[in-house]
């Protein structure tokens, strides 16, 4: 079901329809609807300097309800990481669903022509996702079925960098729908390598950071330390590590691997400076994948001991912050 689900999603958004409905016998779902919305491929520079003279593009979202009726629910947006909407995404939708909260998966790849970025980071904006979040975000806020006061982000490796970051109040200002915010962000094991002008200035809504302990392909220690300045700053933030959990631990379909073709940025540490670029601090040139920071062959896979905390704390966390009766 899941893999027609997402061929659906494509020929939707190549189509450009508005919606496609399909309705469903899951015991957790009461509908299915697939919703292409505009977005646009911008450069990081773009990005960054607030230019949007991209390129114009139309992705898609399934949206899933688990409750039939009027009533106004909250829903959870899920951005996936370089590998495209995997695994570990269907689990969650199925997990959250089983609370009672809907979910709306973004792919940001099929729109775009890309399966998987893995290889080369270089095919899409490393920040480019955040757009899409927002555009969710603006769709979803004026959904019968949704509260748009109850609308959370959660993502995962490039997607957890874009939910991270989404909470940045310069990008909200640059990027995001007028008057409207995510109520809470959810980064699964996120890059934190860059410094970006402002990046203290964040939402006030709670942000919950889960990263494993033992991840090589993007290693915590970055994102301890811009956690320590959030909090200095006052704001909501706690970062959650699982031991002996390596990237891509809450995917049940990944055993634990070597990933030999994989580009890491684990040894890197950017720093935005003016005019959207972003420097190697080490260098201190403009930074390129061709940088020799940059390194393959980082470790991925599954483990239950993590994703089994991880889904209680989670779970647990939207309950009380989205309401959930």
């Known amino acids: ?42 450069s990081d520079q773009q ?75 270089e095919l899409l904006g490393r920040l480019n996702m955040i757009v899409d979040d927002y555009r969710a975000l603006e769709l979803l806020a004026v959904h019968p079925r949704v509260d748009p006061a109850r609308i959370a982000l959660m993502g995962f490796s490039r997607g957890g960098q ?7 109040k310069r990008f909200q200002r640059m990027h995001g729908p ?13 890059p934190c390598f860059t410094t970006y002008i402002e990046d203290e200035n964040v939402s006030d809504k709670p942000i919950r950071i889960h990263h494993g302990a033992a991840d090589n392909y993007v290693p915590v220690a970055p994102c301890r330390l811009y956690v320590e300045r959030l909090r200095k700053a006052g704001k909501d933030v706690v970062l959650t590590e699982y031991p002996n959990a390596y990237h891509l631990f809450d995917n049940p379909l990944i055993n634990v691997r070597h990933a030999p073709h994989s580009e890491t940025m684990r040894r890197c540490r950017l720093n935005e ?10 260098t201190k040139q403009p930074f390129t994948m061709d940088d020799a920071c940059v390194e393959r062959g980082p470790t991925v896979g599954y483990n239950a001991a993590a994703t089994a905390a991880a889904t209680d704390a989670v779970k647990a966390f939207l309950r009380t912050t989205l309401k959930v009766n």
């Open 1 to 42: 079901m899941r893999r027609n689900i997402f061929t659906l999603l494509s020929v939707a958004a190549c189509a450009g329809l508005t919606a496609f409905l399909v309705e469903t016998s899951s015991a957790q779902t009461a509908r299915i609807e697939i919703h292409p919305f505009k977005s646009v491929t911008l």
């Open 47 to 121: 990005f960054l300097t607030g230019d949007k003279n991209g390129t114009a593009v139309t992705v898609a979202g399934e949206l899933r309800i688990p409750h039939r009726g009027n009533d106004k629910i909250p829903v959870v947006v899920l951005q996936h990481g370089s590998g495209g909407v995997g695994g570990n995404i269907d689990r969650w939708v199925q997990e959250l669903g089983g609370i009672g909260l809907a979910t709306f998966v973004v792919d940001s790849f099929t729109g775009r022509g890309l399966r998987s970025t893995s290889a080369d980071q």
């Open 162 to 168: 874009s939910v991270l970051y989404a909470s940045m």
């Open 178 to 190: 007028e008057a409207l915010e995510f109520a809470a962000y959810v980064p699964f094991y996120p």
């Open 273 to 282: 400076e003016s005019g959207g670029v972003i420097v190697n601090s080490e």
